[in-house]
Protein backbone atom coordinates (compact mmCIF):
# COMPACT_ATOMS: atom_id res chain seq x y z
CA UNK A 1 0.00 0.00 0.00
CA UNK A 2 1.69 3.50 -0.85
CA UNK A 3 0.52 6.36 1.24
CA UNK A 4 0.19 10.19 -0.38
CA UNK A 5 2.75 12.67 1.89
CA UNK A 6 -1.04 14.61 2.13
CA UNK A 7 -2.72 11.27 3.35
CA UNK A 8 0.21 10.47 5.76
CA UNK A 9 -0.14 14.52 6.78
CA UNK A 10 -3.73 13.68 7.57
CA UNK A 11 -2.73 9.97 9.17
CA UNK A 12 -0.63 11.81 11.31
CA UNK A 13 -3.18 14.44 12.89
CA UNK A 14 -5.51 12.23 12.98
CA UNK A 15 -3.64 9.62 15.20
CA UNK A 16 -3.03 12.72 17.42
CA UNK A 17 -6.74 12.45 18.47
CA UNK A 18 -6.81 9.44 19.73
CA UNK A 19 -6.25 9.26 23.65
CA UNK A 20 -3.90 7.67 25.77
CA UNK A 21 -4.12 5.04 28.74
CA UNK A 22 -1.07 6.18 30.63
CA UNK A 23 0.34 4.84 33.95
CA UNK A 24 1.75 7.61 35.83
CA UNK A 25 4.78 6.55 38.60
CA UNK A 26 4.72 9.43 41.43
CA UNK A 27 5.53 6.60 43.96
CA UNK A 28 9.47 6.53 45.92
CA UNK A 29 9.71 3.16 43.76
CA UNK A 30 10.11 1.78 40.33
CA UNK A 31 6.94 0.04 39.56
CA UNK A 32 6.60 -2.51 36.59
CA UNK A 33 3.57 -2.77 33.59
CA UNK A 34 2.38 -5.31 31.09
CA UNK A 35 -0.46 -4.40 28.52
CA UNK A 36 -2.75 -7.57 28.07
CA UNK A 37 -5.34 -8.06 25.38
CA UNK A 38 -4.69 -11.68 24.12
CA UNK A 39 -1.53 -11.75 24.31
CA UNK A 40 1.30 -10.35 27.06
CA UNK A 41 3.16 -6.93 25.89
CA UNK A 42 6.84 -6.35 27.27
CA UNK A 43 7.19 -5.31 30.44
CA UNK A 44 7.53 -1.55 31.41
CA UNK A 45 9.77 -0.65 33.88
CA UNK A 46 8.48 3.08 35.50
CA UNK A 47 10.99 4.90 36.82
CA UNK A 48 9.76 7.57 39.75
CA UNK A 49 8.40 10.27 37.50
CA UNK A 50 8.25 8.57 34.91
CA UNK A 51 5.37 7.21 32.70
CA UNK A 52 4.15 4.39 30.23
CA UNK A 53 1.87 5.83 27.36
CA UNK A 54 -0.03 3.66 24.96
CA UNK A 55 -2.73 4.82 22.33
CA UNK A 56 -6.04 3.58 23.52
CA UNK A 57 -7.56 0.60 21.61
CA UNK A 58 -8.89 -2.51 21.38
CA UNK A 59 -7.88 -6.08 21.10
CA UNK A 60 -9.57 -8.61 17.97
CA UNK A 61 -10.25 -11.02 20.61
CA UNK A 62 -10.12 -9.80 24.29
CA UNK A 63 -11.70 -6.45 23.47
CA UNK A 64 -10.30 -4.64 26.04
CA UNK A 65 -7.03 -4.20 27.91
CA UNK A 66 -5.79 -4.88 31.02
CA UNK A 67 -2.91 -2.68 32.16
CA UNK A 68 -1.29 -5.15 35.23
CA UNK A 69 0.87 -3.36 37.54
CA UNK A 70 3.15 -4.27 40.34
CA UNK A 71 5.51 -3.19 43.00
CA UNK A 72 8.22 -5.49 42.27
CA UNK A 73 9.98 -6.24 39.13
CA UNK A 74 8.69 -9.32 36.95
CA UNK A 75 5.69 -9.35 39.08
CA UNK A 76 3.35 -10.99 36.37
CA UNK A 77 5.38 -14.06 36.56
CA UNK A 78 6.04 -14.41 40.04
CA UNK A 79 2.81 -14.13 41.90
CA UNK A 80 3.08 -10.32 43.38
CA UNK A 81 0.50 -8.16 43.75
CA UNK A 82 -0.99 -7.05 40.70
CA UNK A 83 -2.75 -3.38 40.25
CA UNK A 84 -4.96 -3.81 37.21
CA UNK A 85 -6.55 -0.80 35.14
CA UNK A 86 -8.49 -1.84 32.01
CA UNK A 87 -10.48 0.05 29.53
CA UNK A 88 -12.52 -0.64 26.93
CA UNK A 89 -13.49 0.85 24.22
CA UNK A 90 -17.12 1.42 23.17
CA UNK A 91 -17.57 3.42 20.26
CA UNK A 92 -17.17 7.46 21.41
CA UNK A 93 -16.92 5.92 24.57
CA UNK A 94 -14.07 4.10 26.87
CA UNK A 95 -14.99 2.57 29.79
CA UNK A 96 -11.98 2.45 32.30
CA UNK A 97 -12.30 0.23 35.93
CA UNK A 98 -9.52 -0.78 38.64
CA UNK A 99 -8.91 -3.63 40.23
CA UNK A 100 -6.62 -6.02 41.83
CA UNK A 101 -5.29 -9.50 42.27
CA UNK A 102 -2.66 -11.41 44.44
CA UNK A 103 -3.18 -8.73 47.17
CA UNK A 104 -2.71 -4.89 46.92
CA UNK A 105 0.55 -3.14 45.37
CA UNK A 106 -0.39 0.11 46.71
CA UNK A 107 -1.60 -0.45 50.15
CA UNK A 108 -1.40 2.21 51.82
CA UNK A 109 -0.55 4.93 48.83
CA UNK A 110 -3.52 6.33 46.97
CA UNK A 111 -4.22 5.42 43.48
CA UNK A 112 -6.69 6.87 41.02
CA UNK A 113 -7.70 6.73 37.44
CA UNK A 114 -8.69 9.84 35.80
CA UNK A 115 -9.97 11.40 32.53
CA UNK A 116 -10.37 15.09 32.00
CA UNK A 117 -13.52 16.10 32.45
CA UNK A 118 -15.01 12.58 33.40
CA UNK A 119 -15.54 11.01 36.50
CA UNK A 120 -12.71 9.59 38.13
CA UNK A 121 -11.68 6.41 40.53
CA UNK A 122 -9.90 7.04 43.84
CA UNK A 123 -8.84 4.47 45.65
CA UNK A 124 -7.28 6.79 48.80
CA UNK A 125 -5.76 3.90 50.80
CA UNK A 126 -5.01 1.67 47.81
CA UNK A 127 -7.76 -0.25 48.70
CA UNK A 128 -10.63 -1.09 46.73
CA UNK A 129 -13.53 1.20 48.61
CA UNK A 130 -15.82 -1.08 47.44
CA UNK A 131 -18.82 -0.46 44.82
CA UNK A 132 -18.83 -0.75 41.20
CA UNK A 133 -15.57 0.96 40.06
CA UNK A 134 -16.45 1.34 36.47
CA UNK A 135 -16.28 4.56 35.13
CA UNK A 136 -16.85 5.72 31.08
CA UNK A 137 -14.83 8.86 29.37
CA UNK A 138 -14.77 10.09 25.95
CA UNK A 139 -12.94 8.24 23.66
CA UNK A 140 -9.93 10.68 22.82
CA UNK A 141 -9.39 11.77 26.02
CA UNK A 142 -6.38 10.65 27.76
CA UNK A 143 -7.09 8.17 30.78
CA UNK A 144 -4.29 8.01 33.26
CA UNK A 145 -3.52 5.33 36.20
CA UNK A 146 -1.39 7.65 39.12
CA UNK A 147 0.30 5.35 41.50
CA UNK A 148 0.93 7.00 44.52
CA UNK A 149 -1.65 10.07 43.61
C1 LIG B 1 4.60 11.01 30.22
O1 LIG B 1 5.95 11.15 29.84
C2 LIG B 1 6.13 11.96 28.69
C3 LIG B 1 7.59 11.89 28.28
O2 LIG B 1 8.40 12.24 29.35
C4 LIG B 1 5.65 13.38 29.01
O3 LIG B 1 5.77 14.19 27.87
C5 LIG B 1 4.20 13.33 29.44
O4 LIG B 1 3.77 14.61 29.84
C6 LIG B 1 4.01 12.36 30.59
N1 LIG B 1 2.57 12.23 30.88
C7 LIG B 1 2.09 12.36 32.12
C8 LIG B 1 0.62 12.17 32.25
O5 LIG B 1 2.80 12.60 33.09
Not at 33 to 51: H, Y
Not at 56 to 82: F, R
Not at 85 to 111: C, I, N
Request: hydrophobic share 40%.
Amino acid sequence: MYYTLAALTTFASSAAAIGNAVVLNKCSNTIYAWSVGSSVGAKQTIATGKNFTEPLHSDATSGGIALKITAVDDGLYNGAAQQIFSYSLDGASVWYDLSTAFGEPFLGKRVTVTSSGSPSIEWPTGSNPGGSQVKVGINGVDVVFTGCA
